[in-house]
């Protein structure tokens, strides 16, 4: 009967096997390769002071806790890269508290590891703001830079009838609709931005900007943005008991002299114009002409970002959290006349 070996024997069979035997060397090897402190294949395992360990292709960053750095601030203009912005100052968070506000190209003195947000032009009346978001790092100079785009105050609103013919009164022309009561009518209009200005932030564009309808409910069953999303009406248009107001999204439009007219940038950016179509459904009781009351008023309203009053969050709409216009101005374009 044989006797069974004990743990001694076991362990002398093996360290046998691991001294002289090389396939049992590797697969030891194997097997524990990465484990209390031992370094898994392509990967370092050391990581003393202020560098980099790597525990089985996880770098972990150490720094020194006594070290300081500084954050330092500046922008310019997004579509004129040698203009610097002058017009607004720098907001500062860090670790979630509120630092303050800085002007361009100053600098203050952070901790490694903390978070930062900075939003640049935060308080700029010619510019749209940039949020930038990250960490500090563990020695140096974290610079928070970027382009800031300029308002358009005189974004232009063209809108075309059914032969092509401008029919916008407010730029002299005299050119009008032919509707019909009971009918479902489709103009072109054209939104279009001044050379390396934008209607609406582009690096922060939220939903996009708004095209507003302001029409006589009496007159109109609906008017809408042809494949468009419908918005809330922005609290500054304020349009009277007798009129119905339809708002949809438009995306933001930014001119950049880099960029061809009518790209599509983004979802929600266009470069240079943004071409669309109007959908005007009119009553059965539509009368043609109408009077004063029966003409059309629209509306373009753009985006910016802000930061809400008591929480700080930041909020990428038209208007902040108190219904204030955000952006830097609504468009009114003057009702055309039909025949």
Known sequence: MAQKMNGWVILIVALLAYAFVTPFQGFVNNLFAGVGGGAAAGGTDTGTGTGTGDTGGQVITICDPSAKTTLTVSSWDLFARNTEITNGSHRIFVDDVDRGYLSEDGSLTVSPKQQYRVVLGENSTSSYSVEKIGTVPCEGTVQVSGGLATFDNSVSFTVFNEDGETIQQASGETNTIDLSANSIFTLPFKLTVTSKQSF?????????????FAYNKSQYDEMKVDGATAAPTPNQIST???????CWYVPVIQNSPDVVDGTKVSDLVVDGKYEGNIIIDTSASYVDPGAIEGNLSIYAVDTDIDLHGDTLVTLFSPQDEQNNDLGSVTEQVEGFQRS
């Open 200 to 212: 609406g932030n582009p690096n922060h564009p939220g939903k996009g900007d708004i095209v507003c």
């Open 240 to 246: 009277g008991s007798t009129n119905e107001t339809s």
